[in-house]
Nanobody, 117 residues
């Protein structure tokens, strides 16, 4: 059974970079199967879920067009982790951030990130 766990700072100052890590257990984030994508998704207060981007088993990366100028998703295969970096954050980036694997969809518990000075 795959499990995902987000980690990172809960408070980021405006204009800085938000960095989160998703640690995966029970599955490998890199295989030759090309079956799954490993996603970052967020939910701002009072809003619905927003897909931010994903990295596939094979390393293919997709970003939301609305974020692609300031988002980066990478992975560390030795640690079975993938990371999110969101640059130049504003208070509008305050949200609960989730990592998730598609397919049968498995989610981390989510982590609150607040952008405030």
């Amino acid at each position: 059974q795959v499990q995902l766990q987000e980690s990172g700072p809960g408070l980021v100052k405006p204009s800085q970079t938000l960095s989160l890590t998703c640690t995966v257990s029970g599955d490998s984030i890199t295989t030759d199967r090309n079956l799954y994508y490993w996603n970052w998704i967020r939910q701002s207060p009072g809003k619905g879920l927003e897909w931010m981007g994903a990295i596939g088993d094979s390393g293919t990366i997709y970003y939301s067009p609305s974020l692609e100028s300031r988002i980066s998703i990478t992975r560390d295969v030795s640690k079975n982790q993938f990371t999110l970096q969101l640059m130049s954050v504003t208070p509008a980036d305050t949200a609960v951030y989730y990592c998730a694997r598609d397919g049968a969809w498995s989610w981390g518990q989510g982590t609150q990130v607040t952008v405030s000075s």
